[in-house]
């Protein structure tokens, strides 16, 4: 059956994961691994690195001989870390055996950002632990961006494995605020580290649907060659949220909304969508294509830029121009995508937790089946064929047809779909979620689902202007209701570029 076959197939991936961690390294030279969540005392280690890490040890997935060392300036037992996970790990009754064992793999160290001896001592407590001085060494920065600088310099400094070991460094975002602080970080990383030893993390990069764009693009003729500017009218990514700053209203205030999801998730997600097709899966020549249709990305015009900000949060300071919902069109200068407009929208605080990918097609020439009601006045009967890619919830991709309405004479027509719901096709597999798929790709040095430094400077480059003008007060924030669908003005701004809502 499907479920037995796709569940065999993830096995089979699980399995060849696991033989290349296992067997390449570790089994062969009992080579080492040790993992630093560096800010374990932080909500990121706590809901999402802790219970990451539990996940994929459960399953097997990680080399054998690894020990984990969280790191933070707090005074604190590792039991109390563990404490503080403990209802984001999920533990079933029948696990806690290996959840023991888990347990006694890690340690706690407490210690400065700032300061050498601290890391020259959790480097020292690193070799002893991991009973060796060239174990490979991941290091996840899980901190705020203002220790990031002193951080990286002083893991580079003290806390390097002696060769054949490696250094692998997990950075989130943000990754600057605007361009130039943006460039001038990464000038600061380039002095410390190769490219090959950064990991920038956009977890969008990691979810199920978004790794499919590739897959769906590029497997199937049926779509590649549609997929350009003779046959697809626009093309609307979108993502919105019930929750609203999460009480983070001042954090966010210096953030917003285009920083915080368009200039990452938004654009990446953009980026596969439109760019060439790669010479390779490897992370180098996808990540080349993705830098290449960024460039082509001409200049935002204010015009095509919507934001608001809805009305009722207490944290937000009450001259606040910072967007929590933002709406920007985009245009790609070459032969592909020129004069398709992208429409990119993201929204807090609104009807629905959602993330999808709308493609829509251009009408049907010819207009065979419209019904011509005067010379001048043609009912349109057609719905545009839309192909939407649902990110969450409940994955699914769909593909909006026209069929004849069954059973009736004559071509009465009706919209409807061909429907892949993974839920329901795929039913009994787990998708594993993106920081287990991410954190995986760490420990094999795999770089496709991983933010290059040249991308995020497009990234920068295309939104940078925007985010001044905003600064500027140059655009009008249009407030809204919290747990509204969206912004009448965003919509009709899309409606405006020749997009059709049926
Ligand atoms: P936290 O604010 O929880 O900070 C992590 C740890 O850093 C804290 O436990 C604290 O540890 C230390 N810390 C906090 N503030 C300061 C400060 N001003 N100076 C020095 N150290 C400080 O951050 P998160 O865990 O929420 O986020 C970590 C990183 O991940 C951030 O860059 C964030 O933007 C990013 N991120 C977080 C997400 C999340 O869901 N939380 C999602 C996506 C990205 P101690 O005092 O013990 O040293
Ligand atoms: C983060 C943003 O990158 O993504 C948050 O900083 C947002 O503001 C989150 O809530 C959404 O992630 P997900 O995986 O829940 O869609």
């Known amino acids: 059956t499907t479920k037995k076959f796709t569940v065999e197939k993830i096995d089979y991936i699980y399995e060849r994961l696991r033989t290349q961690i296992t067997s390449n390294e570790s089994s062969i030279t009992s080579q080492s691994y040790v993992f630093f969540i560096i800010g374990a005392s932080g909500d990121l280690a706590k809901r999402k690195i802790y219970p990451t890490l539990w996940w994929l040890y459960r399953d097997g997935v990680l080399p054998k001989n690894i020990s984990f060392i969280g790191y933070s300036r707090s005074q604190l037992t590792i039991e109390q870390?563990?404490?503080?996970?403990?209802?984001?790990?999920?533990?079933?009754?029948?696990?806690?055996?290996?959840?023991?064992?888990?347990?006694?793999?890690?340690s706690y160290i407490s210690g400065s950002y700032d300061k050498s001896e601290d890391f020259e001592n959790l480097n020292s407590k690193a070799n002893k632990i991991s009973h060796q001085v060239n174990a490979h060494r991941l290091f996840y920065l899980a901190l705020p961006p203002n220790v990031y600088e002193s951080v990286s310099e002083l893991i580079s400094k003290h806390c390097r494995p002696a060769s054949p070991g490696w250094l692998r460094l997990i950075i989130e975002k943000p990754f600057g605020k605007d361009l130039e602080s943006s460039n001038k970080f990464s000038q600061h990383l380039n002095k410390l580290y190769t490219e090959e030893e950064i990991y920038r993390i956009d977890h969008y990069l990691g979810k199920e649907m978004v790794q499919n764009i590739l897959v769906l693009r590029f497997s199937n003729r049926i779509f590649s060659r549609v997929w350009n500017r003779d046959s697809i009218a626009g093309v609307q990514i979108i993502f919105k949220e019930k929750i609203g700053t999460h009480g983070h209203g001042s954090y966010f205030d210096e953030v917003g909304i285009i920083r915080d999801v368009i200039q990452n998730h938004l654009m990446q997600i953009l980026s596969i969508l439109a760019m060439e097709k790669p010479r390779s899966t490897t992370g180098e020549d996808i990540r080349d294509e993705k830098v290449k249709v960024l460039r082509c990305i001409a200049p935002i015009k204010l015009e095509n830029v919507i934001v608001g900000q809805y009305i009722d949060d207490k944290n937000v300071p009450k001259d606040s121009t910072t967007p929590t919902y933002a709406q920007i069109i985009l245009f790609i200068k070459n032969e592909r995508w020129d004069g398709v407009p992208f429409i990119l929208r993201a929204g807090k605080a609104l009807n629905e937790r959602k993330?999808?990918?709308?493609?829509?097609?251009?009408?049907?020439?010819?207009r065979m089946f419209d019904e011509e009601l005067s010379e001048n006045n043609v009912?349109?009967?057609?719905?545009?064929?839309?192909?939407?890619?649902?990110?969450?919830?409940?994955?699914?991709?769909?593909?909006?047809?026209?069929?004849?309405?069954?059973?009736?004479?004559?071509?009465?027509?009706?919209?409807?779909?061909?429907?892949?719901?993974y839920n329901e096709r795929y039913q009994g597999v787990k998708l594993p979620n993106a920081y287990e798929r991410l954190i995986l790709d760490v420990f094999m040095g795999s770089k496709i689902n991983f933010v290059r430094s040249d991308e995020l400077q497009e990234a920068w480059r295309i939104i940078d202007p925007i985010l001044a003008e905003i600064e500027k007060k140059k655009l009008q924030i249009i407030p809204y209701k919290f747990g509204a669908i969206g912004i009448r003005e965003a919509f009709d701004a899309a409606v405006k570029q020749g997009f059709i809502y049926t």
């Open 81 to 106: 870390i563990f404490e503080n996970s403990h209802k984001y790990m999920k533990i079933q009754e029948d696990e806690h055996d290996i959840y023991e064992k888990f347990l006694k793999l890690n």
């Open 355 to 366: 993330a999808e990918i709308r493609i829509q097609f251009r009408d049907v020439p010819g």
């Open 379 to 421: 009912e349109r009967t057609l719905a545009r064929d839309e192909l939407v890619i649902r990110i969450q919830p409940d994955e699914a991709i769909y593909l909006k047809i026209n069929t004849k309405r069954p059973g009736e004479m004559n071509f009465s027509i009706e919209e409807t779909e061909l429907d892949l719901t």
